[in-house]
């Protein structure tokens, strides 16, 4: 099913479309997961779109469109995507793209985490500049200079995340219905102003399809065995990696830094060991777990589970 009405979703193919006056809800499965896409036309020429997808991929290839931009922010999850000339970009938690739709050509597209929450503003650039003029005819803002300015280079373009940013996104999820429409056109328009006198933007993290694989692999290796200690420049020996590639690579992909994920792998299977094997002290654990002081592990372990290691243990199972 497709939404031939819905310039930012032209070519698409949907599983189901519910729509009512300027509200949508377009929901999309296949055999890596499903997803939904609630849109609402906020002015005309722009809309806004709430991701929520429990998928691998949701990528279908589409034809450039004329015109139009969009900006996304991510908020949960991590997109990673192949652009043309052979390199990977990714956005991670708190980060936000504007996108050139007419010139950016992705080639595939994946979820490494199986999720993704986040939005998505679209703009048909002609008309959304009519819109403007008609809803805030004091200020001007020339919405053609905006691919211009952040996609000159054929490339995606990101802020990094910022408190300025998660103000105007995390607001437009707490937002009331009675008053979504207007409040979300403020907030469209307080993004715009702000991005109208930004210079901070930088390319987003771009590596090549070995450094993503390898730094892959580094984290299902870390998953299936986190108490194999290795420091970070022998997992760069062992995967071929140079230590900012790996380092770069898996907090882009993972959202929290290579040191920190391996530390929460070794708690999670400490917590799992304290209840499968009653016959271990809680010492041999956190030994086994890399804390040689069992006072610095029951810190770490309430830090992470909100109780004690002894406590946890005595839990009914």
Known sequence: MQDKDNTLFKGYEFKQI??????????MENETGWGEMET???????????????????????????GCM???????GCYEFDMKGGSTGILGEGDMSVN????????????????????TLG???????????????????????????????????????????????????QVDERIRRPYTMLK?????????????????PRFSPEVVRQTKAVYAHLTQ????????????????????????????????????????ERLKWAAQALLDHPEQSIGEIAALAGYQNQSKFAAAFKARFGQTPFSYRQQPK
């Open 225 to 264: 065995n986190p108490v194999e200690r290795q420091t970070t420049e022998q997992l760069c020996r062992r995967f071929h990696l140079s230590d900012t590639n790996l380092r770069c690579c898996f907090r882009a992909l993972y959202g929290q830094p290579l040191a920190s994920f391996a530390r929460m």
């Open 188 to 204: 469209v328009l307080e993004l715009l102003l702000f991005l109208s006198i930004t210079e901070e933007f930088s390319p987003l």
């Open 40 to 66: 609402l036309m906020v002015m005309p020429g722009i809309q806004i779109v709430y991701n929520d997808l429990h998928m691998a991929t949701c990528y279908q290839r589409m034809e450039g469109v004329p």
């Open 70 to 76: 969009s900006i996304n922010y991510c908020r949960r």
């Open 18 to 27: 519910f729509s009512r006056n300027d509200y949508r809800v377009y929901r």
């Open 123 to 173: 703009f048909e650039l002609k008309e959304a500049q009519e819109s403007l003029r008609r809803f805030a005819p004091e200020i001007d803002l020339d919405l053609s200079v905006f691919p211009k300015h952040f996609c000159e280079q054929n490339d995606p373009f990101l802020m990094r995340s910022r408190p300025e940013l998660e103000h105007i996104f995390g607001e437009l999820y």
């Open 100 to 119: 050139d739709f007419e010139h950016q050509e992705v080639l595939d597209s994946r979820m490494p985490l199986c999720y993704y929450e986040g939005l």
